[in-house]
């Protein structure tokens, strides 16, 4: 049985830095692409970064420069560091797992096949 789940999640004020994780059992999360999204009210889920097997990260331009994914594959763990905390970065944050496939696909949730169960995060102003 597959399961993410992630950690870390809180109430941060805005410019400040939380670290979440997420972590695998039931896979080798280090055969997989690993992305975090978010969805906050009203949105539809975003992707905020994603990590390939082989360790290449990408980030949208809402996040880059912010935030930074990274993997420890020995703890079948997956980081996503946030810095400089906005209001506007307030949602649920979901990891997933994606296989690999024969095309491209990363930064669409529908692409995924297996989820967290998501973390709120909430930076006030």
């Known amino acids: 049985q597959v399961q993410l789940v992630e950690s870390g999640g809180g109430l941060v004020q805005a410019g400040g830095s939380l670290r979440l994780s997420c972590a695998a059992s039931?896979?080798?999360?280090?055969?997989?692409?690993v992305g975090w999204f978010r969805q906050a009210p009203g949105k539809q889920r975003e992707l905020v970064a994603y990590?390939?097997?082989?360790?290449?990260?990408n980030y949208p331009d809402s996040v880059k420069g912010r935030f930074t994914i990274s993997r420890d594959n020995g703890k079948n763990t997956v980081f996503l560091q946030m810095n400089s905390l906005r209001p506007e970065d307030t949602a649920v944050y979901f990891c997933a797992a994606r296989w690999p496939r024969d095309w491209s696909g990363e930064g669409s949730p529908g692409e995924y096949d297996y989820w967290g169960q998501g973390t709120q995060v909430t930076v006030s102003s």
């Open positions: 990590i390939t097997r082989a360790g290449t990260a």
């Open positions: 039931g896979i080798i999360f280090s055969r997989n692409t």
